[in-house]
């Protein structure tokens, strides 16, 4: 975590990276990043180790305070897997989002763009 200025108001930004192994501990580890932004605007992006129908991601959508590509195409793909996300402030609107094809990593890198919006 860290925090920014983001047009006038500040915002927490997280890298995120959550358990792989057990879901139960991604859902703790989801639940932990959530408590820390309260209700402090905040960006979460990265690996979540989760795809959309997952307890973790739900558990995002469910707050009411993000918005983003839920839905995302595949971002995991040696086992077909969305698991990379990005997630703003509910207010911003999504102007782009896409995902990158490439061997540099075992993930895909994700391209999104936002309008911010307070």
Same mark, same amino acid.
């Given at each position: =975590?860290?925090?920014? $200025? ?8 997280? +890298?995120?990276? @959550?358990?792989?192994? /057990?879901?139960?501990?991604?859902? @703790? $580890? @989801? ?8 209700? @402090? ?5 990265? *690996? ?22 839920? *839905? ?5 793909? +040696?086992?077909?897997?969305?698991? *990379? ?6 207010? =911003? /609107? $999504? ?6 094809? +490439?061997?540099?990593? *075992? ?10 919006? =307070?």
């Amino acid at each position: =975590w860290c925090a920014a $200025q983001i047009a006038g108001k500040r915002v927490l930004l997280c +890298s995120v990276h @959550t358990d792989s192994f /057990k879901i139960k501990n991604n859902h @703790t $580890q @989801t639940q932990a990043l959530l408590a820390f932004a309260g209700n @402090t605007p905040a960006i979460m992006a990265g *690996d979540f180790n989760a795809n959309p129908a997952e307890s973790s991601i739900k558990l995002i959508r469910e707050t009411g305070q993000f918005t983003g590509v839920f *839905d995302s195409p595949v971002t995991f793909p +040696s086992k077909n897997e969305t698991l *990379d996300y990005i997630f703003v402030p509910k207010s =911003w /609107k $999504q102007i782009e989002h896409r995902i990158i094809e +490439s061997n540099v990593s *075992d993930h895909y890198p994700i391209v999104a763009r936002f309008e911010v919006r =307070w």
